[in-house]
C-alpha cells in the first residue's frame, strides 16, 4: 500500500512553547487512521498544518506523491483534503440544507458561478437531501442552524465535510459530547462513506478509536510516542504509562 | 409563481409612469437623483450587506464613472449606451484596483483602506485640471441622447433612472440569490469554514466587488446629466459616508431599502436644509433612532407595519 499522506518531521512552535516536535507519520490509502492523545498533545495543531490553516516552522508534507506545503486551504481542499472543525464551525444564520449546499457546489465547480447558477444550485441542494435523508435529519432541512440540537449540529459538521467528496477526510473529535447513540450514528455514517475515502480521525474516546480505526498514532506533548495496530498501541509501554496509564488508574 | 414574480417589477414600473405624468421638472430631476444615488447605496449593500465589507471609499466607484461618463460626453456626445458602457468599464476597473488594495485586510483595515483609496481616486479628480476642471469640476455637458432621440429632459432622465433601478435591483436579486451570492453570505458568517469548503475568500469577495462596481459605475454614468455637472464631491469620503449613513437607514442587507434610505435622507437634505442649515442635526437624529428603534432599517420596519396590519 502506497501512503496518501505523508507528514516528514514536522513542528510547530507557539513563542517558546514547542506544540508539535518532529512528528513523522504516514497514512494509507483507504485506511482509517486514529490520532489519540492528552488534551493538548498537538493533535488540533497537526491538523491545522496537514490543512493548511497554520505553517509548520520544520518538516514537509506530501499528499497523493505531491508536496502540498506550499497551497493554500482552498487548493489542498480541491485536491481532495477535507476537514471537519474541533468546534463545530457551521453557518448557523442558514438552512442546514444551505450548509450542506455551500460545499456541495464548491466540489461541484460552481460555487462562484452566477449565470447558470440555478441549475447548480438545484443540483447542490439534491445532494444536500441525500446526504440528509441518510443521517435522519431531512426533516430539519429549513431549519437554521443556528437552531438545531447540539447533536444534530455535530452531525451536520460531518455532512459538509462529506459533501465535498474527500480523498483523505480529517475528523477533529466529531463524537465528542455525544451521547453514545448519537456517536454511534455518526460513526455509522462515516464507514458508510470510507469507501474511496481514507479518514483521519482525532478522538479522546480510546475504545472508539480501538474500534473504529486500521492504525492508530498517539501524541503525547507534540511528540509522536507510536503508530500501530490498535493491539499493538495496547500493548505499548511508553503509551500504557503516559496516556492509558493514566486512564486506567 | 411568474406571475408574482413580475408584480413587484410591474407595480414599480406603473408607479413610474404615475409619478412622470404627475410631476414638474424640479422634482423629476430630484427623483432621478435619488434613483441613481440609490443604485449606488443598493451596490453597496450587497458588499456591506451580504459580505460585510464595510467599504469607505464607494463613492470613488460611482464618482469616477460619472467624470468617466462626463468627459467622453465632451468628446464623443452623450449616447446612453456609450455613457453605460464607459461608466460601467470605469466602475468595474476601479473596483478591481480597489479591490486588489483593500480585499488584503480585515475589516478595520478594509475600512481605512478603502476610505484612503477613494482619497486618491478625489486627489486625482481635484488636481488633474485640464481633464476633470478641478474644483469647479465639469459643466456644460451634452444632453443625454439615444439615436434620434434626446433624452436630456427631466422626465426621461427620470424614467431612465428609474429603469436602471429597476434593473439594478432585479441583478441584485439574482446575485444574492446566486452560488456567488451565497457564498458571499458564507464569507461574511464562517470564513474559515469557507476556506475549509475550498473558497478562497479573495475570489469570492473579489468578485462582488466587480459586480457592485459595475452597478456603481451604471449609475454613475447617468448622474451627470441630472444637473449637467459633475464635481469632486461625487468621488469624495463624505459621499461614501453619506451612502453608509442611507443604508443603515433604509436597512442593511434589504436591497430595496436603499432607495428608501437615499430618499429619506436627500428629501431631508434637500426640503429642511432649504429651512434651516441644521439639517444634518435631523439625518443624525434619524440614524441615532432607526439605530435605537428599527435596527433592521426603515424598509423592515415598514414591511413589519403592513404585516402588522394584515394579520390580526
Ligand atoms: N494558536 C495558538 N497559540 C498558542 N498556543 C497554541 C495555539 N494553538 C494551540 N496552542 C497550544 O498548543 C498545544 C496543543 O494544542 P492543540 O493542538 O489544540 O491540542 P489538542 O488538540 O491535542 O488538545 C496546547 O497547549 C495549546 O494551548
Ligand atoms: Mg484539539
New binding site residues.
Given amino acids: 500500500m502506497t501512503a496518501l499522506l505523508q507528514v516528514e518531521g514536522v513542528g510547530k512552535r507557539?513563542g517558546e512553547?514547542a506544540?508539535i516536535s518532529d512528528v513523522t507519520l504516514d497514512l494509507r490509502g483507504g485506511e482509517t487512521l486514529g490520532l489519540i492523545?492528552p488534551?493538548?498533545?498537538?493533535?488540533?495543531?497537526?491538523f491545522n498544518m496537514i490543512t493548511g490553516f497554520l505553517k509548520p516552522d520544520a518538516g514537509s508534507l506530501r499528499f497523493d506523491g505531491a508536496a502540498i506545503d506550499r497551497l493554500a486551504p482552498a487548493q489542498r481542499v480541491a485536491r481532495g483534503l477535507v476537514r471537519s472543525f474541533?468546534k463545530p464551525m457551521l453557518f448557523p444564520a442558514l438552512a442546514l440544507r444551505e450548509n450542506i449546499a455551500m460545499a456541495a457546489r464548491q466540489h461541484a465547480g460552481r460555487g462562484l458561478s452566477w449565470w447558470g447558477g440555478a441549475r447548480a444550485t438545484r443540483a447542490a441542494n439534491d445532494e444536500a437531501d441525500r446526504l440528509l435523508i441518510e443521517a435522519g435529519l431531512q426533516h430539519r432541512a429549513e431549519a437554521r442552524v443556528a437552531d438545531l440540537a447540539y447533536g444534530e449540529q455535530r452531525m451536520a459538521d460531518l455532512l459538509i465535510a462529506l459533501a465535498l467528496r474527500p480523498r483523505l477526510l480529517l475528523l477533529d473529535e466529531p463524537t465528542a459530547g455525544l451521547a453514545p447513540d448519537e456517536a454511534r450514528r455518526l460513526l455509522a455514517i462515516i464507514r458508510r462513506h470510507d469507501e474511496g475515502t481514507s479518514v483521519m480521525l482525532?478522538t479522546h474516546e480510546v475504545e472508539i478509536a480501538f474500534a473504529a480505526c486500521d492504525r492508530i498514532a498517539v501524541?503525547n506533548l507534540?511528540r509522536l510516542l507510536c503508530l500501530d495496530t490498535p493491539a499493538a498501541v495496547q500493548a505499548h509501554p511508553a503509551v500504557r504509562e503516559a496516556y492509558l496509564g493514566a486512564l486506567a488508574a | 409563481m411568474s406571475l408574482s414574480r413580475l408584480a413587484l417589477p410591474m407595480a414599480g414600473l406603473a408607479a413610474m409612469a404615475a409619478v412622470a405624468a404627475l410631476s414638474g421638472d424640479f422634482q423629476l430631476r430630484f427623483l432621478a437623483e435619488i434613483l441613481l444615488i440609490g443604485t449606488a447605496v443598493l451596490s453597496l449593500d450587497l458588499l456591506i450587506g451580504f459580505g460585510g465589507l464595510i467599504s469607505l471609499g464607494h463613492a470613488a466607484l460611482f464618482g469616477s464613472a460619472a467624470y468617466a461618463a462626463a468627459i467622453a460626453a465632451q468628446h464623443l456626445g452623450a449616447s446612453l449606451p456609450v455613457m453605460l458602457g464607459i461608466g460601467i468599464a470605469m466602475g468595474t476597473a476601479v473596483a478591481a484596483l480597489m479591490g486588489l488594495v483593500i480585499l488584503r485586510a480585515g475589516s478595520l483595515f478594509l475600512l481605512i483602506l478603502a476610505l484612503l483609496f477613494g482619497q486618491i481616486v478625489w486627489e486625482i479628480c481635484f488636481h488633474w485640471r485640464e481633464v476633470t476642471g478641478g474644483a469647479d469640476g465639469l459643466r456644460g455637458l451634452p444632453p443625454l441622447s439615444l439615436g434620434p432621440w434626446a433624452l436630456g429632459d427631466a422626465r426621461s432622465l427620470f424614467v431612465l433612472a428609474g429603469l436602471l433601478a429597476l434593473g439594478s435591483l432585479g441583478v441584485a436579486r439574482s446575485f444574492v440569490a446566486s452560488p456567488l451570492g451565497r457564498a458571499l453570505i458564507g464569507t461574511r458568517e464562517q470564513p474559515i469554514r469557507m476556506q475549509a469548503l475550498g473558497y478562497t475568500l479573495f475570489s469570492v469577495r473579489f468578485r462582488a466587488l466587480l459586480v457592485a462596481g459595475a452597478m456603481a459605475g451604471a449609475a454613475g454614468s447617468l448622474y451627470p446629466f441630472v444637473n449637467l455637472y459633475v464635481g469632486p464631491q461625487s468621488v469624495h469620503w463624505t459621499l461614501s459616508a453619506t451612502m453608509i449613513i442611507m443604508l443603515v437607514i433604509g436597512g442593511v442587507g434589504s436591497l430595496w431599502g436603499a432607495f428608501l434610505g437615499t430618499a429619506v435622507y436627500l428629501a431631508l437634505q434637500t426640503y429642511v436644509g432649504a429651512w434651516t442649515d441644521r439639517w444634518q442635526l435631523c439625518v443624525g437624529l434619524l440614524f441615532v433612532l432607526t439605530v435605537l428603534v428599527m435596527p433592521q432599517g426603515l424598509a423592515s420596519g415598514f414591511l413589519r407595519l403592513t404585516r402588522k396590519g394584515r394579520t390580526p
Wanted: no cysteine.
Fill in positions: 507557539f512553547f506544540a492523545g488534551n493538548g498533545a498537538g493533535k488540533t495543531t497537526l474541533q482525532i501524541l507534540g
